[in-house]
């Protein structure tokens, strides 16, 4: 009954219901047994009571521990957001992306508008890849690095679910790496070189 009392107050009434009910049960006919005169077979229940009651204990521990691995990855992963965006606003424009800031000429000599970075919109953390496309494209777009040469970063933050970097597919959401640093950079560009894209 201690044991079972230990995991209830551990919530695994809400967290497993199921097994802490079948553990309450699994008790509560073994004291039926018991004021029946039954004590052999009472005993028989406590034990297995017991027993569920230690099982369900380390799944509780495990649960908990992998709860608070996940939260703190996502602590993580918010605190290198809020600093990529603030490197952001401070370049003003995407990663590697040199927007200029005037008017310039095109071939002919007009002069067209820059497209102006809008730097209240934050860039995406994340990219649900679409039929057809490949990391290369993925990376080469604007909001992601604007540089097909960098592919090898999201290939690197997504290899628990990218095997071969030629074959994604449609629907996988992708993770886009923003704390980065020149070394990161360098590494990927000379990891693309000599790579075909695909």
Same mark, same amino acid.
């Given at each position: 009954?201690?044991?079972?009392?230990?995991?209830?107050?551990? &919530?695994? #009434? !809400? =967290?497993?219901?199921?097994? /802490?009910?079948?553990?309450?049960?699994?008790?509560?006919? &073994? %004291?039926?047994?018991? $004021?029946?005169? %039954?004590?052999?077979?009472? #005993? #028989?229940? /406590?034990?297995?009571?017991? !027993? *569920?009651?230690?099982?369900? %204990?380390?799944?509780?521990?495990?649960?908990?521990?992998?709860?608070?691995?996940?939260?703190?990855?996502?602590?993580?992963?918010?605190?290198?957001?809020? *600093?990529?965006?603030?490197? $952001?606003? %401070? +370049?003003?424009?995407?990663?590697?992306?040199?927007?200029?800031? !005037?008017?310039?000429?095109?071939? *002919?000599?007009?002069?067209?508008?820059?497209?102006?970075?809008? *730097?209240?919109?934050?860039?995406?953390?994340?990219?649900? +890849?679409?039929?057809?496309?490949?990391?290369?494209? =993925?990376?080469?777009? !604007?909001?992601?690095?604007?540089?097909?040469?960098?592919?090898?970063?999201?290939?690197?933050?997504?290899?628990? $679910? =990218?095997?071969?970097?030629?074959?994604?597919?449609?629907?996988? +959401?992708?993770?886009?790496?923003? #704390?980065?640093?020149?070394?990161?950079?360098?590494?990927?560009?000379?990891?693309?070189?000599?790579?075909?894209?695909?």
């Amino acid at each position: 009954m201690a044991v079972i009392d230990l995991v209830r107050i551990k &919530g695994a #009434d !809400t =967290i497993f219901p199921d097994e /802490f009910r079948s553990t309450a049960d699994t008790l509560a006919r &073994g %004291e039926a047994l018991l $004021q029946s005169d %039954e004590g052999e077979e009472a #005993d #028989d229940y /406590f034990q297995l009571a017991w !027993t *569920k009651a230690k099982v369900l %204990e380390k799944d509780l521990d495990a649960e908990k521990l992998r709860s608070a691995e996940v939260a703190m990855l996502k602590g993580e992963d918010e605190k290198n957001e809020r *600093k990529y965006q603030s490197l $952001q606003r %401070e +370049v003003n424009g995407p990663i590697l992306m040199e927007q200029p800031r !005037t008017a310039h000429s095109n071939a *002919k000599g007009k002069k067209v508008e820059s497209p102006r970075q809008n *730097k209240d919109k934050p860039l995406p953390a994340y990219h649900t +890849v679409l039929r057809g496309e490949t990391l290369p494209e =993925i990376a080469a777009q !604007t909001d992601v690095y604007g540089d097909m040469m960098l592919w090898p970063l999201l290939y690197r933050a997504n290899r628990d $679910q =990218i095997r071969d970097p030629a074959h994604i597919w449609p629907g996988q +959401v992708l993770r886009i790496p923003r #704390d980065l640093n020149s070394e990161d950079i360098g590494e990927a560009r000379r990891f693309s070189q000599g790579k075909p894209h695909r």
